[in-house]
Every structure is written in C-alpha cells, then in structure tokens.
C-alpha cells in the first residue's frame, strides 16, 4: 500500500510549503509530490535610501511601504515577503534602475526580457529559495526531524518555473526529481510526470502544443510495467474536465466577457492529455496549474484531480491518496 499527498501550484509561499513538508508527522503518509509551479512570480525590491534607512512594499503599493531602519527590522520584512510568495532582494537605487531596463513593452504589456539583468536575478533568486526550501527538510521540530527518515519527497516542475531549478532538484539526495521521470511509488504503483502545458497568455517557460505533449506522454508511457496501477502526475489538466476551467482572456491580457457578474470561463486544458488518460486508464492522474478549478473528475475508471490554489492566502491544498494493488481505497481533499 502506498499513502500520499498531492498539492501543486504553491508559486514561493514559504508558509505553504512548510505546512506541505509537515503532512507526513500529521497525515502519516510515506511520500509528499509537489505537482508544479512551485516558485515564486515577484521580487520585492528593498531599496537603500540615502540617509541609510531601507524601504519596501510586499504588494507594491506607495501606500503599503516599510521603512525599515535596522537589520532586525529588514530581516522581519524579508520573512514575510517570503512567506507571501515573493523574493525580498536588497538594492541600491542604481541596481534596481538597472533591473527596470530589463523590462521590455510588447502589444502594451510589460514583460520580462528574458537574458537580461532581471532574468538572471530570477533564476538565482529562485534557485537560492528553492535549495532554502529543501535544506528544511532537516529541521528539528519537537525534537524529531521534521520529514521523517524514508519519506519520498517528489518535486515536480511546472510551466511558471525557470529551469535553473531543475539542477537543484537533481543533485540533491534529499527529493526526487519528477520531470520526465518514472517513479515507484511502492512495489506495486509507478508515477510518470509532466510539467509543461499547453500555450498560455503569458508565454511561461515550459510551454508547447498538442502534438509535442502527446509524444512526451507516450514516452513516459513506454517506461511503466504496469499502466493499470499507475499514477499519472501531468501539471496540465485533461480538456473540458471541469478541472480546466479558467476565465478566458482577450490576447491583451483582459476579460472576453462576463456572464452572470462573473468573467466568462472556459476549458483551457490538454487534449492530449486527455487522451492520453481515457487511453490508458491509470488508478489517479494528478493535475494543477488552474488554480480556480479545485476538485475531482472521473474520466473512465481514472479518478482525476486538482487541488487548486489559495498560495497567496498561505493556505495549504491538497489531495490525500491511498493505493493499494491497483486499487484506489481512499481520497480526501485537504485545506489547511
């Protein structure tokens, strides 16, 4: 028997990710997987002004600014920057006048230039949480450790993550690299994962179409012994499977149209995904990346599912999962 947890779409919020690293001392479950986007979208600049003080906002607004005048003072500020999901980052006046110049205008909106100054702060902002986040795994919480010895910890890339964290992923012996990999779960039930998605308005970094996400499931596929025991973690959702629906957007980024006070939704999940599960009939296919879609579906015997995300509310969610012989015998969505 195997019993896990599933949670997905955490996008930097420290506070989720320790409530998710605590589910095996409370859930008592053998293995935690992280699903996909798991690193954060904002920098915080903490700007050092010229009578010595320091001042930043969380969220970015004048009205919300923090001036902080000493190191315990800045140090606070950096925790609960980290906590919301972002990257607290102290910067001269002149370094985050650089960084602006790495934003670039394209049909109205403001994107980041990839290769340039702010780009590469990213990859190290995130990859520097990332190694942060994993050294906690080895924290002493009540005298105990906080994950247990054996635990697998899987952590699986998503769309919005850069791939400077995959190498931090790899070479530590602590988790399980997820990407294009085939895992056992237990002797009985393998995992195959996929974190790329179908095109988005937003033009994230593990992004292609149909065709390629076919054929990289198909090659994961061809890894599995036993396809009617397995699980299926696809960062994607299936299409029109009601965890897939998101309010759909105009090209520059606003609303199609709104019905009923409420932007209009529709199904922005993979096909092939979809194909691929009512094809092979896995036990569990385990999905994110739509955050306003929480809940499960039935596609054929394959139960599918997708936590959702409240990141930014650091309010942990996820799916409880017990396998036993290529059976499912149980399943609880978990809020914390």
Known sequence: MVRFFFCTDIHGSEAVWRKFLNTPRYLKVDTIIMGGDITGKRIVPILQQSDGTWKGSIYGTVD???????EEEIVDFEKRARMAGCY??????????DLAESLEEEDGIQKLKKGGALDKLFDRVEAEGLQKWIDMVDDVIDGSRRVPEGTKIIICPGNDDKFAIDEIIKKDPRVIYGEMAKIDLDNDHEMISYGWTTPTPWDTYRECNEENIKEKIEELVSLVNNIENSVFCFHCPPYESKIDEAPLLNPDLTYVGWRGGEPIRGATG?????????KYQPIVSLHGHIHESPGSVKIGRTYCINPGSEYSEAIL????VELEKGELKAMQRVEA
């Open 64 to 70: 919300q600014e923090v001036i902080m005048k000493t």
């Open 270 to 278: 993979s096909k092939a995904v979809r194909e691929a599960i009512e």
């Open 88 to 97: 607290p980052t102290r910067l001269t006046a002149r370094e985050n006048e």
């Open 317 to 320: 969610k996820g799916y409880l």
